[in-house]
């Protein structure tokens, strides 16, 4: 049943006032049943995340991105919505909701939520109604229902496949027990996909986003942004590898051309709010260039470069990536973004920590020292490029992957399903380390829901803080500099340095010069005329050279 707030506060009573925002924000991503357990049944909650809100202000972050809270069944840790006007009663209620967006604006800090469109959950009114009524049901064009191939209807209606493996179809069956249409689920067969065709879709979305704007929101992050529509006739794909996110092709189903007709609307609702609402676009699409087209000036603010997510550390792939997100953003007038680690993927210091080559889902712990030492050195350069960046839950305390979680204990639906993506995204969901001790450390009172590892005391925000070669207090010093430095922050684009060795990045923007050794031996190096600012290890300028240690990145005042 859908949750009501009485007396409503001003939905811009205490949000920051509109200054482009957006353009230059750091955006923390919690993940809610991870981050802080604020009544000690051992899921994290927004209690939690409440009471929290002050380390992330400390932390010097702009704005929270918050993955889903509503109503589910949780058959995909909450992305299959069963009411998106509700909280599921394990994160507590929209009182709760309401508390958290009004401290965090009294804090300074914005509140982004997910938004999912592309799917609800078979748990949602619409869905089970559809399967109640039967065959004939209106309810059924709001779903994709198709009858199936073969002599009798057993065969599914195309050949598409779900991202979580198998068929992208599970058959129904009829209230009189026969054997009935078959829906699509372009991820687990608990999360039909919604018919963008239907205009009553499109109206409750509508709906959806004033409940949530109206609540004081800043902004949304649309999962599956590139799915909404998919191609007249669901036609078949044949022989191709369709279970990639990111692939090189435009998909049937995925970054149709009529989705942005669908984010044309949602801006103009963004625009009818003060404080500069934003929209988010996880969008995976086969190159930055159709990338740039969900943040045209009419259509959404920002979306994820899962080009850059997925580069390793090496100058030359670097220096692409980034040149080419730059160079696709500017015609629109977006800013780019950046972003290392999320709740899908491995965390960056375990994927720098392996050889190249093995993609963003990895099950090697590899070289812990050396995946920190680049992380570090990834972060600083991240937070100098110019834009927007977005910040994963604990990578500010260096935390790796647990890659050693036993098959048990597991919960990510497409680890329990043949093919699909690799089901090892439990590692980088585990709970994060508040203190040294304690049954959870102090993530709450009851334990956990993940088990954490022996080793997370050490690397608690409790141990980090206050010792300068923390990689918490690196993150900190950062983000300080890139909030105060005028080089840094929004832009457009950065001027390379000539004469660079090979191997380092360098390049310079207003006053602000960035240096990056992503090779595994020092490297001689000019100084730049000016002091340093910070680095991700110790370093030592001498007499206008460095010796700048393996990968490493520094940043110059000039």
């Known amino acids: 049943m859908t949750q009501h707030l009485t007396a409503p506060a001003p939905a811009n009573e205490t949000t920051p006032g509109p200054t482009n925002w957006w353009r230059d924000a750091v955006i923390y991503q919690v993940y809610p049943r991870s981050f802080a357990d604020g009544n000690g049944d051992g899921m994290g909650d927004l209690a939690g995340v409440r009471a929290r809100l002050p380390y992330l202000r400390d932390l010097g972050v702009d704005a929270v991105w918050l993955s889903p809270f509503y109503a589910s069944p949780q058959a995909d840790a909450g992305y299959d919505v069963a009411d998106y006007r509700a909280?599921?009663?394990?994160?507590?209620?929209?009182?709760?909701?309401?508390?958290?967006?009004?401290?965090?604006?009294?804090?300074?800090?914005?509140?982004?939520?997910?938004?999912v469109p592309n799917h609800s959950s078979d748990q949602h009114e619409w869905f089970k109604r559809a399967i109640e009524e039967g065959p004939g049901s209106a309810l059924r064009d709001r779903y994709h229902f198709r009858p199936g191939k073969g002599a009798s209807g057993e065969l599914p209606p195309n050949d598409w496949e779900s991202v979580f493996g198998g068929p992208a179809w599970t058959r129904t069956t009829n209230p009189d027990g026969t054997e009935g249409d078959w829906y699509l689920h372009l991820f687990a067969p608990e999360q039909p996909d919604h018919n963008w065709e239907h205009?009553?879709?499109?109206?409750?979305?509508?709906?959806?986003?004033?409940?949530?704007?109206?609540?004081?929101?800043?902004?949304?992050?649309?999962?599956?942004?590139?799915?909404?529509?998919?191609?007249?006739?669901?036609?078949?794909?044949?022989?191709?590898?369709?279970?990639?996110?990111?692939g090189n092709d435009v998909m049937p189903f995925f970054d149709q051309d009529g989705v942005h007709a669908i984010y044309r609307?949602?801006?103009?609702?963004?625009?009818?709010?003060?404080?500069?609402?934003?929209?988010?676009?996880?969008?995976?699409?086969?190159?930055?260039?159709?990338?740039?087209?969900?943040?045209?000036p009419d259509e959404l603010h920002q979306a994820f470069n899962f080009q850059y997510l997925g580069t390793h550390w090496d100058a030359a792939a670097l220096r692409e990536v980034i040149d080419t997100s730059l160079d696709a953003m500017r015609p629109v007038g977006a800013p780019t973004t950046w972003?290392?680690?999320?709740?899908?993927?491995?965390?960056?210091?375990?994927?720098?920590?392996?050889?190249?080559?093995?993609?963003?889902?990895?099950?090697?712990?590899?070289?812990?020292?050396?995946?920190?030492?680049?992380?570090?050195?990834?972060?600083?350069?991240?937070?100098?490029?110019?834009?927007?960046?977005?910040?994963?839950?604990?990578?500010?305390?260096?935390?790796?992957?647990?890659?050693?979680?036993?098959?048990?204990?597991?919960?990510?639906p497409s680890f329990f399903r043949a093919a699909g993506q690799d089901g090892f995204r439990d590692g980088c969901r585990v709970p994060i380390p508040w203190t040294v001790g304690g049954s959870s450390y102090g993530f709450g009172t009851g334990g956990s829901w993940?088990?954490?590892?022996?080793?997370?005391?050490?690397?608690?925000?409790?141990?980090?803080?206050?010792?300068?070669?923390?990689?918490?207090?690196?993150?900190?010093?950062?983000?300080?500099?890139?909030?105060?430095?005028?080089?840094?922050?929004?832009?457009?684009?950065?001027?390379?340095?000539?004469?660079?060795?090979?191997?380092?990045?360098?390049?310079?923007?207003?006053?602000?010069v960035c240096t990056a050794n992503t090779t595994t031996e020092p490297v001689w190096i000019t100084v730049p005329d000016g002091r340093v600012l910070l680095s991700s290890c110790e370093v030592a300028p001498v007499d206008g050279q460095l010796d700048l240690p393996a990968d490493t990145t520094v940043w110059w005042a000039v």
């Open 87 to 115: 909280i599921d009663p394990m994160f507590g209620t929209l009182l709760d909701a309401d508390g958290l967006i009004r401290d965090a604006h009294e804090l300074g800090l914005r509140i982004i939520t997910d938004v």
């Open 199 to 246: 205009p009553a879709v499109a109206d409750e979305f509508r709906s959806i986003l004033r409940f949530w704007l109206d609540m004081g929101v800043d902004g949304f992050r649309i999962d599956v942004a590139h799915g909404l529509v998919k191609a007249e006739g669901l036609p078949d794909l044949g022989t191709h590898d369709q279970l990639k996110l990111l």
């Open 265 to 296: 609307a949602w801006r103009q609702i963004l625009d009818e709010y003060p404080g500069e609402r934003i929209g988010v676009a996880e969008a995976w699409t086969p190159t930055v260039e159709r990338t740039a087209n969900y943040v045209r």
């Open 339 to 412: 972003v290392l680690s999320n709740h899908d993927v491995t965390r960056h210091a375990t994927r720098f920590a392996n050889p190249p080559g093995l993609g963003t889902q990895i099950r090697t712990a590899g070289d812990r020292e050396l995946g920190l030492r680049r992380a570090r050195a990834a972060t600083l350069l991240m937070l100098a490029l110019p834009g927007s960046a977005y910040v994963y839950q604990g990578e500010e305390l260096g935390l790796p992957d647990v890659t050693d979680l036993p098959d048990e204990v597991r919960q990510d």
């Open 450 to 512: 993940l088990p954490q590892p022996a080793t997370w005391g050490a690397l608690s925000v409790e141990a980090q803080t206050g010792d300068p070669a923390s990689t918490l207090e690196l993150y900190r010093s950062a983000l300080a500099v890139r909030r105060d430095h005028r080089g840094l922050g929004a832009g457009t684009g950065v001027s390379w340095l000539p004469d660079t060795p090979a191997g380092v990045l360098a390049f310079a923007r207003e006053g602000f």
